[in-house]
């Protein structure tokens, strides 16, 4: 399947940065990391790119998508880890689930009391 979302990605057209930030999990200091390490120019355009550079890049994703850095992974382990805090039943995840900062004060703190005594 990852195969499959890279060849799509690959036949886009336009520069690859601009492609490479609908990967979730990459920001643009990462982009431009990893595409000076794969030798490209980050304002390329994808069809102009030599395969063996593409190759690389393809690689270097495919590495991190196995260290769950980024895509669908990244989502499932961020997903888990607050289902996990969420079933401690601690503070912090007491404020999370009525929707209040973990830090930091409310409107009114009327609504706050109301909530806290109704749980």
């Known amino acids: ?13 336009g520069v690859i940065s601009e492609n490479l ?8 200091k990462q982009i431009s990391n ?3 390490s794969c030798g490209i120019s980050k304002y390329s355009h994808i069809k102009d790119i030599k395969p063996r550079h593409l190759r690389k890049l393809y690689d270097q994703l495919s590495v991190l998508r196995r260290d769950n850095l980024i895509d669908d992974n990244l989502v499932e382990n961020f997903k888990k880890h607050w289902s996990d805090i969420l079933e401690l039943g601690n503070w912090r995840s007491r404020r999370h689930n009525n929707r209040y900062p973990l830090k930091g004060r409310t409107k009114c703190n009327g609504k706050s009391k109301k909530r806290w005594h109704s749980i």
């Open 1 to 13: 399947m990852w195969e499959i979302k890279l060849k799509k990605f690959y036949s886009r057209k």
């Open 21 to 28: 930030k609908s990967i979730k999990g990459l920001n643009d």
């Open 34 to 36: 990893l595409l000076i």
